[in-house]
């Protein structure tokens, strides 16, 4: 069965580290999307891809990148990771005007 | 920008009895709606949708209504279970891309 799978499902770094998580989806789907969740503020859009080589801002970009190199993965890059940046992290992907379908989460500690 | 709101943080049910769960969005452009269902530490799952040339989509038990004179999403669950507890959020997209997120209703259900 196709899935979507992120990795690790938990972390925890220190501040000023540089960190990647891990998304890859074996559904073939274009469409790729990063998430954050914090209590009291739902699910809010960090980055997207529409295809290969394609990225896109979102609602909370900042301190974040992604690259999309071949349709299967979506790494999610901390720069220099603070601790405003600890929160569960969601990955996603669809075909267009299809639902979404969220792998089941990277829980990221910054101390 | 326009956001997706919902009228109750919490609601708690018996077993068997109907729930109804309220959305209010923002975005009159908005033409695709989804509900999710979130579990404690997985990824919000697929519940229904419906696209903006419906008012009402029924699946197992569940039933999505849509009522875009006033911008109001709801979902109806039907002879609500145990296994129906869990956070639920609407989500509204313009052209099925990126999905904006309500902040989510929590449902509990009582025996």
């Known amino acids: 069965d196709a899935e979507i799978t992120q990795s690790p499902r938990h972390k925890i770094t220190e501040t000023g580290r540089q960190v990647t998580l891990a998304c890859h989806q074996t559904w073939n789907h274009n469409n790729m999307f990063w998430y954050r969740q914090d209590l009291g503020h739902g699910l809010r859009l960090i980055h997207y891809?529409?295809?290969?080589?394609?990225?896109n801002k979102g609602e909370v970009s900042d301190g974040y990148s992604v690259s999309r190199s071949n349709t299967e993965d979506l790494p999610l890059t901390l720069e220099s990771a603070a601790s405003s940046q600890t929160s569960v992290y969601f990955c996603?992907?669809?075909?267009?005007?299809?639902?979404?379908?969220f792998g089941d989460g990277t829980r990221l500690s910054i101390l | 920008g326009e956001s997706v709101g919902l009228h109750l943080p919490t609601l708690s049910v018996q077993e068997g009895d109907n729930s109804i769960i309220n959305c209010a969005y923002s975005?009159?452009?908005?033409?695709?709606f989804i509900w999710y269902k979130q579990e404690s530490g997985k990824g919000p799952q697929f519940i229904i949708d419906i696209r903006s040339n419906m008012d009402k989509r029924q699946g197992q038990r569940v039933t999505v209504l849509l009522n875009k004179t006033v911008k109001h999403l709801s979902l109806q669950i039907a002879a609500t279970q145990p296994g129906d507890s869990a956070v639920y959020f609407c989500?509204?997209?313009?052209?099925?891309?990126?999905?904006?997120f309500g902040k989510g209703t929590s449902l509990l259900v009582t025996p």
């Open positions: 891809s529409y295809g290969v080589q394609d990225t």
């Open positions: 996603a992907s669809s075909d267009p005007n299809q639902p979404q379908h």
């Open positions: 975005n009159s452009a908005s033409d695709y």
């Open positions: 989500a509204e997209t313009l052209s099925g891309y990126a999905l904006n």
